[in-house]
């Protein structure tokens, strides 16, 4: 009899224990959302509004910085056309004659042998094969070549596949460039008279090329032996690493 007592006082004392444990707990987790309620939330609330506005500015921010963006780039290319006009006259005579296409030059190959660049405009841009291109201050870069519908290759006049009519100081002879990237006139004869110095502009004979754009200007001049032709060294007077845009020249428009 007094052992099952004793079992029903350890149960009774295990379930008060187990009751009284369930209320400390639950006083526990209420407190905490009292204290929440009444301290912390007051605190964490506006901090959360606060980090959404944040985030809502910060996409604001990015738009805008993204039109910003967009804008510089409208205004490099009005600065180079500006640019062009200031800073040669047959560039302005040009202008009014032709349509220039202004694009962006994407990426370089110039290597020895295969010396182009790819630039951001094609067929949807009205560009074609064999369009002559200049830079900034209206000097020929090159001619367009593997044109695709949005962008195409323009091969530079350094390239040996590249040949041009070009004209110095009224004599007309023909452009190459060999392997190594080295530009001279062929075809020009022992008895006429080129200084150093001079002006090589396209004669745009038999090319499509127009005529009168700024090449580059002689280097060297000087007779070979008994050839019956100058050797004459031009200097092309653009860097194209060092260009951002070029300009297409439609002359059909």
């Known amino acids: 009899?007094?052992?099952n007592r004793s079992i029903k006082t350890v149960l009774f004392s295990f379930g008060a224990i187990f009751f009284l444990a369930l209320f400390y707990i639950s006083g526990i987790r209420?407190?905490?959302v009292g204290v929440?309620?009444?301290i912390l939330a007051p605190v964490i609330s506006p901090a959360l509004e606060?980090?959404?506005?944040q985030e809502e500015k910060a996409k604001l921010f990015e738009e805008e910085n993204n039109t910003l963006r967009q804008e510089n780039v409208e205004l490099k290319d009005k600065l180079a056309v500006t640019q062009t006009l200031l800073k040669d006259k047959d560039a302005l005579s040009q202008y009014k004659a032709d349509k220039k296409i202004l694009t962006k030059i994407l990426w370089y190959n110039i290597m020895p042998g295969n010396r182009v660049v790819h630039i951001?405009?094609?067929r949807n841009d009205q560009i074609k094969e064999n369009m002559a291109v200049v830079s900034a201050g209206g000097m020929l870069v090159g001619k367009t070549i593997n044109v695709l519908d949005n962008s195409a290759d323009v091969l530079l006049i350094d390239d040996p596949r590249f040949t041009i009519s070009v004209q110095v100081q009224g004599i007309t002879g023909l452009l190459n460039s060999n392997p190594d990237g080295a530009t001279y006139i062929s075809l020009v004869g022992v008895d006429?008279?080129?200084e150093t110095g001079?002006?090589?502009r396209t004669a745009g004979q038999g090319d499509?090329?127009?005529q009168n754009l700024l090449v580059g200007r002689v280097s060297e001049a000087s007779i070979n032996g008994a050839e019956p032709f100058l050797n004459i060294k031009v200097l092309p007077l653009v860097d194209i690493k060092k260009q951002e845009y070029i300009f297409v020249i439609d002359v059909n428009n």
């Not at 606060?50 to 506005?53: D, N, V, W």
């Open 208 to 210: 499509g090329l127009p």
């Open 36 to 38: 929440f309620n009444n």
């Open 1 to 3: 009899m007094r052992s």
């Open 120 to 122: 951001n405009k094609g």
């Open 198 to 200: 001079a002006e090589v």
């Open 192 to 194: 006429d008279n080129v």
């Open 30 to 32: 209420n407190s905490f």
């Open 50 to 53: 606060t980090i959404s506005a």
